[in-house]
């Protein structure tokens, strides 16, 4: 996947060079302008844009308005209030800088499932000290988790939507084990925060925001997962 960087801060764009390099079969451009931009977008193809939300010559909305390519939109502002601007403007995401290879890995598995490898999305540390090397007992966990998961999700969705904060705690809490077992590490962070505040019922848009994270996180998962298992199944 050949992505376009629009970043008008040097040590952002150099730190994001660097980064990209940990994701295979990734390679960016550079450009510190939303016309230099636009004009290598004319001249040359690519598959995603990021950009950063304010530059010298426009903001991530003239990029939204000229393209219809995929765009993720970078701030530094971690709670930055124009969020939903963008993603009603059209934008498949908001990231907030600096990028992580972590947090790319799994935008890109939902955009384009085959362009991240499942290795690099699951941090399989965990189960692989269990398996001791038997791949069947890996592939059987992974399996669980595919079964398992998706009807949580939909189970989980449902008590959100009727205010059932404590069996959408324990339904968290379930998926849990399946989280870890996966290596899921930003997701079972999320998930330790929903677990909680659903429990004493500290609900927020903060709150809920998370917990739209959480499912989107393992939405995304699951067809890396899927391919991770057939990989184990036809070495």
């Not at 390519?69 to 209030?81: A, F, K, Q």
């Not at 965990?126 to 595919?146: A, G, N, P, V």
């Not at 925060?193 to 989107?216: M, N, P, S, W």
Request: charged share 25%; with cysteine.
């Amino acid at each position: 996947m050949h992505i376009l960087y629009i970043e008008d801060d040097q040590v952002d764009r150099m730190a994001f060079k660097r980064m990209i390099k940990k994701v295979d079969s990734l390679s960016c451009l550079c450009v510190a302008s939303v016309q230099a931009g636009l004009e290598e977008l004319a001249q040359n193809d690519y598959e995603l844009i990021i950009t950063d939300h304010n530059l010298p010559d426009g903001s991530a909305f003239d990029v939204l308005k000229e393209s219809k390519l995929p765009v993720i939109v970078t701030s530094g502002i971690s709670e930055d209030p124009r969020e939903t601007s963008f993603e009603s403007a059209g934008a498949i995401s908001f990231m907030v800088k600096p990028i992580s290879a972590y947090d790319l890995k799994k935008i890109l598995a939902r955009l384009q499932p085959q362009a991240v490898a499942p290795a690099e999305l699951f941090d399989l540390t965990y189960l692989k000290e269990l398996s001791d090397e038997d791949q069947e007992f890996e592939t059987e966990m992974i399996s669980i988790y595919l079964d398992e998961v998706p009807p949580s999700l939909s189970k989980l969705k449902r008590e959100i939507d009727q205010n059932q904060w404590q069996a959408a705690s324990e339904t968290v809490h379930k998926l849990k084990s399946k989280i870890r077992i996966m290596g899921l590490r930003h997701a079972l962070q999320l998930s330790s925060l929903v677990e909680e505040a659903f429990r004493y019922e500290k609900i927020d848009d903060e709150t809920l925001q998370k917990a739209g994270q959480l499912i989107q996180s393992l939405e995304t998962s699951l067809a890396p997962a899927s391919q991770l298992k057939n990989q184990l199944l036809n070495p």
